[in-house]
């Protein structure tokens, strides 16, 4: 059984960081892509970065690349997102994802597993 939680949203100004965190198993880190996607109100959800080991890649998506960093913490069995220079348009709740390598990344149905998404809020 793959559990992904998720923890670190909050209310931040234009300009500010956060640091998202999704704890998983070292199975699930070691065996799925594992990525972060967003989905804002009235729209529909969207990739915002990926990592494998096992395909040893990391994506991003173009409004966010510069910006943030996906990575894992071996040690923790942890897969952090951090976003600086955040912007209004940021604003969305971020869900943790398991999905399977050797797919196209940006498909939010290529992904298997979900957290229960934690809310970032960008005030300008």
């Known amino acids: 059984q793959v559990v992904l939680i998720e923890s670190g949203g909050g209310l931040v100004q234009a300009g500010g960081s956060l640091r998202l965190s999704c704890a998983a198993s070292?199975?699930?880190?070691?065996?799925?892509?594992m990525g972060w996607f967003r989905q804002a109100p009235g729209k529909e959800r969207e990739f915002v970065a990926a990592?494998?080991?096992?395909?040893?890649?990391?994506y991003y998506a173009d409004a966010v690349k510069d910006r943030f960093t996906i990575s894992i913490d071996n040690a923790k069995n942890g897969v952090y997102l951090e976003m600086n220079s955040l912007k209004p348009e940021d604003t969305a709740v971020y869900y943790c994802?398991?999905?399977?390598?050797?797919?196209?990344?940006?498909?939010?149905?290529?992904?298997?597993?979900w957290g229960q998404g934690t809310q970032v809020t960008v005030s300008s």
């Open positions: 994802t398991a999905g399977r390598i050797y797919t196209i990344y940006v498909n939010p149905g290529n992904y298997d597993y």
């Open positions: 990592i494998s080991r096992r395909e040893d890649v990391t």
């Open positions: 070292e199975r699930t880190i070691t065996m799925y892509r």
